[in-house]
T-cell receptor, first 115, second 110 residues
């Protein structure tokens, strides 16, 4: 089954404790992206990757890191989480065409609470 | 002012009604996406448009590039259509970056 998986689905942590949210897709997609969703602000793009070893900042990259060492995986790293990073996080992937993306497949979301 | 504005923010309708959700944007775009977020939180891509009109089942999406406007229509609405509908635009050609509207919460009453 074609899917994007994220782990963990729920996480409670404390300020400053490094964490990684994993994202994996089994569709051989070139494009992967991370978003956060906050009430009243909607979805905002954190980072995206157009292929292995190619990543770029979205609208809200501060406090986050990503890496794309393999095509299927795109982990999101919070080196020193802070309470303002409490949010619902989504990973997504799609084929990358020269003119843009086709259908995006979203992961189930990771709900993060930073105390 | 947000680059992507959706209206209405909330919409309640009776089952069977024809639904229209609007999306306006203020920048040049290479494509526009419509997404559906279910009450449980999962997100599904509905359409990607760069011109004209697309149809999938009871859903129709249109875009007018000159007017910087897109609409999502639902015919013969059903309670299972209740969800948040989100518009997103690719604002930089070849850059593949997405900017989102804040969504329209649709509730269909049986």
């Amino acid at each position: 089954e074609a899917q994007v998986t994220q782990n963990p689905r729920y996480l409670i942590t404390v300020t400053g404790k490094k964490l990684t949210v994993t994202c994996s897709q089994n569709m051989n997609h070139e494009y992967m992206s991370w978003y956060r969703q906050d009430p009243g602000l909607g979805l905002r793009q954190i980072y995206y990757s157009m292929n292995v070893e190619v990543t770029d900042k979205g609208d809200v990259p501060e406090g986050y890191k990503v890496s794309r060492k393999e095509k299927r995986n795109f982990p999101l790293i919070l080196e020193s989480p802070s309470p303002n990073q409490t949010s619902l996080y989504f990973c997504a992937s799609s084929l990358s065409l020269t003119s843009g993306r086709e259908t995006q497949y979203f992961g189930p979301g990771t709900r993060l609470l930073v105390l | 002012k947000n680059e992507v504005e959706q209206s209405p923010q909330n919409l309640t309708a009776q089952e069977g009604e024809f639904i229209t959700i609007n999306c306006s944007y203020s920048v040049g775009i290479s494509a526009l996406h419509w997404l559906q977020q279910h009450p449980g939180g999962g997100i599904v891509s509905l359409f990607m448009l760069s011109s004209g009109k697309k149809k999938h089942g009871r859903l129709i999406a249109t875009i007018n590039i000159q007017e910087k406007h897109s609409s999502l229509h639902i015919t013969a609405s059903h309670p299972r259509d209740s969800a948040v509908y989100i518009c997103a635009v690719e604002t930089n050609f070849g850059n593949e970056k997405l900017t989102f509207g804040t969504g329209t919460r649709l509730t269909i009453i049986p």
